[in-house]
């Protein structure tokens, strides 16, 4: 009982001696430290689109949502040019292939010389466009 006394007379002790203006160092300028920081927003402390954490399926459909809501340009904006490339390459194809004059499809007599080769391969180029163009935009 008498060594909880004492230590709390030590805490109840008077301070030292006050500062004078001679024991005081003067303020000294230093250049600011590190980078000024941005101010804090929902984007900097957000994880990403998918959270580190166990997945219910309702939070797998809200991802491409989230992915459209933060890269629109991206998600977007790279699709539909790639979609209105392919739709440009294949109405030229098909364009083609109906004022083909060995094939007659616009005429009444066909002249049966067969296939252009310029019809076959605008069709060739015209179906891989879209099959990329399929395959980025559902990427």
Do not use: C
Not at 40 to 45: G, K, N, V
């Amino acid at each position: 009982m008498a060594n909880s006394d004492a230590s709390r007379a030590d805490d109840w002790a008077a301070p030292g001696p006050e500062p004078t203006v001679d024991d005081v160092a003067p303020p000294t300028l230093s250049p600011p430290s590190g980078p000024p920081t941005a101010p804090l927003t929902y984007r900097s402390w957000h994880p990403g689109i998918i959270p580190l954490r166990p997945q219910g399926f309702g939070d797998f459909l809200s991802v491409p949502l989230k992915a459209m809501r933060y890269n629109r340009a991206v998600v977007i904006g790279g699709p539909l040019i790639f979609t209105l490339a392919a739709m440009v390459l294949a109405s030229t194809a098909l364009w083609a292939l109906l004022t083909d004059p060995s094939l007659a499809l616009l005429s009444p007599v066909p002249l049966l010389e067969g296939i252009e080769p310029r019809t076959v391969g605008l069709g060739i180029v015209a179906a891989v466009a879209l099959l990329a163009a399929d395959v980025l935009s559902s990427a």
